[in-house]
């Protein structure tokens, strides 16, 4: 095989060139080498390992740092920062939080990096977009053997990769989970979770019969047109037994599979299943809609199961793996990676700070406070499951959990499942129409 470096200006940003436009010739460049049988070195690193970052980066630098995340409902992260901040007085990190939402944190991170600003410092990424930020060059390429990688649960390291390089560190990791009334349910006469759809529909119908649950509709999730409408329409369709699409990014929704599981979403809000105003729903919004009394099933993240216990519901739930449509489904799979922008200045202390916020001791105060998945496998050990009665399923979830694409163009992605996902929900087209289309639009993304 022949080996060539080519220069890797010619990969870096031109005048007049958007990051889109950019991507687009970055992977055109690698088709053509590929197709000649070199080694990508051109669309790598000059190391050659294909990890699509230029260069070594030199983690110099002591001082102030920025650490940017969504908005903490949960009030347990800047308890953490303060004890770093007290002992570190000239190196203090200042918390940014962006919006609740994934989509608006992901935009807002992404005009940071276009402008090269060195405003944000760490980031905390949602685990799909590793491939896109480091395909940018938004972030930078880390010293792997400096993290403890080796103590996590292999599918979460995973995430933090982009051609075989690390770009980010697991911070917290999450499975969905099946929220559910413990106390209707039991006075309905059901004594297990529903571990299908039907079921669930079944259950449903049951306890809608007791005058305790007058006034309750029967499940959320997250429907509104947002990242969390990418995650439940995807799980709908990998627990139906379909894909997205498949390890290599090529789109496979348009297929009997993908449609049973989008059309149970669509016959749920046609039958009441699903309430209409859950086309609103936010992970916060199906929360507290949970919480207050309105839902007997919900679909989200571990995180509610903490805040829960100081609601109205408490002792009153518990949690199950979500349901599919022969049997347990499968969860998108989601978490925060800590990732280092290429842009920052004091690289010495963010890379010291990385290590701090992703350690055992941090992650557990986060598992306890917060009921935040932890990347450790330690931390699932059966000692632990009184204390925190969700973590079997949690593992379970985890386990069985499929990426959402991981694809460089990761935004055009997301959108077109929204739009076509958001359309057969509010019935302005048909479940066969919208993966008909949406498969067009995913052919045409991975084309560019």
Known sequence: MVTRTFNAALFAARPGETGKNRTARVLQCSAALVAAGLVLTACGSSDGDGSGQTGTTSFEGRGPITYVAGKDTTGTVQPVLDRWNKLH???????????????????????????????????????????????????????????????MLAPVVETAKYRSGLYAVPFNSNGGLLYYRTDLLKKAGVTEPPTTWAQLKADCAKVKKLPEAKGMSCYAGQFQKYEGLTVNFSEAVNSAGGVVTDANGKPDVDTAAAKKGLDFLVDSVKDGTVPKEALTYQEEDSRQAFQSGKLLFLRNWPYVYSLAQKSGVAGKYAVAPLPGLSGPGSSSLGGANLALSSFAKNKATALDFMKYLTNEDNTRTFLKDASLAPPYTDLYDPSLTKQYPYLPVLKQSIERAVPRPRVVQYGDVTSAIQREAYAALTGTKSSAQALKDLQADLRKSAEQ
């Open 89 to 151: 007085p000239k190196e203090k990190v200042t918390f940014i939080q962006l919006p609740t939402d994934a989509d608006s944190q992901r935009q807002q991170m992404i005009q940071n990096a276009e402008t090269k600003s060195d405003a944000y410092t760490v980031l905390s990424l949602d685990v799909v977009w590793t491939s896109e930020f480091a395909a940018h060059q938004w972030v930078d390429k880390l010293p792997e053997k400096q993290f403890p990688l080796d103590k």
